[in-house]
């Protein structure tokens, strides 16, 4: 591969001990070496320490670069992820988390898919991996930033960082960085700001990246108080972003789709508190249930009973096809 550009990967960790070793491992593993390999240890307590200590040489080994950064005090995973930024040197810049692992190959086929489509943004599908199984998964595809915008908006396409590697000129010219403390829907919030910065973005049909659940984590993820404030306020800054952006008159309801999308988590529960809450949180999005054609219908179902207060509904799909279901696929 001609230039063999350097690719920064950030790690944010705290307190993986657990997990980590399966995450170095994958990352020391990469087939492509011209890797600058960013671990922000934010103010762990446990063996964190030790284990990046330990894999630190084994990666220097390999031709990697190697930076350990450390918190003093836990900040958070938005702050981490702006240290790492801060510190990252390379031509793209690609995200792992402490509890996942990348394959081998990933980093070779991203930088070769963006060097050969001179793109900004390369995204790829993934694996959704249990304890005792995987399945895996498809990421939308897109030719171009605004489809996939509104691919995010509407539900059809995820945005979680590790799904994406992106030039990191494309952070530093357009200050693109994450809101302190803000630590839920800060991945949304910046893959949104970078595809609107963006001129050439490209799809790879590859899973490289393996993305690890509990059962309890991939059944239930209901927001707190704490999650929603956070949410909402990058919520805030993609509707400001986009609404200041070229693609301003091409994303129609987009907007109220993500505010409906952000907030489905609350279903996936058999508690009527959360049904409650979100009838309240982005209200004005809720008349919109039946007109995002995107989704799939058990998805515009569980919205549509929610607005018509038919919470028995919610409740006996949670628990027959949530719960029985999926809970024993999914181990």
């Known amino acids: 591969m001609e230039g063999k550009p350097l690719v920064s990967i950030i790690v944010p960790v705290y307190n993986a001990e657990a997990v980590l070793y399966t995450a170095l491992a994958s990352i020391a593993k990469q087939h492509y070496v011209q890797l600058e ?72 086929l991203l930088v070769k ?73 800060e991945d949304m919030m910046v893959m949104v700001k970078l595809f609107i910065k963006s001129a050439r973005v490209t799809y790879l049909d590859e899973a ?33 972003s986009l609404l200041q952006s070229v693609y301003s008159d091409q994303i129609g309801d987009g907007l109220t789709y993500l505010k409906l999308n952000i ?7 058999d508690q009527d508190k959360h049904y409650q809450r979100w009838l309240t949180w982005f209200p004005e999005s809720n008349d919109k249930v039946l007109q995002n054609k995107a989704l799939p219908l058990r998805t515009t179902f569980l919205q549509w009973m929610a607005v018509k207060k038919q919470f028995w509904a919610i409740k006996v799909y949670y628990r027959l096809v949530i719960r029985f279901v999926y809970g024993k696929l999914y181990k």
């Open 37 to 108: 390999i960013i671990l922000i240890n934010d103010c762990s307590t446990d063996k964190t320490s030790k284990i990046i200590t330990e894999f630190k040489p084994v990666m220097e080994e390999k031709g990697m670069i190697v930076k350990v950064i450390s918190h003093y005090k836990n900040k958070g995973v938005a702050v981490a992820r702006n240290t790492g930024l801060e510190h990252a040197t390379g031509e793209y810049i690609y995200y792992v988390d402490a509890d996942d692992r990348i394959e081998p190959d990933a980093i070779k």
């Open 113 to 185: 898919e963006a060097v050969s489509n001179k793109a900004d943004i390369v995204g790829c599908n993934w694996f959704l991996t249990f304890e005792k199984n995987e399945r895996k998964m498809n990421q939308a595809s897109f030719a171009n930033p605004i489809e996939a915008i509104q691919k995010m908006l509407n539900g059809s396409m995820r945005w979680n960082l590790w799904l994406f590697m992106v030039r990191r000129s494309l952070y530093v010219n357009n200050q693109i960085t994450f809101i302190p403390q803000m630590n839920m829907g």
């Open 208 to 240: 490289l990246y393996h993305y690890g659940q509990s059962n309890d984590q991939s059944l239930t993820k209901v927001y707190s108080d704490a999650h929603i404030r956070e949410v909402t306020t990058n919520v805030a800054e993609v509707e400001r």
């Open 263 to 269: 907030k489905l988590p609350l279903l996936i529960s």
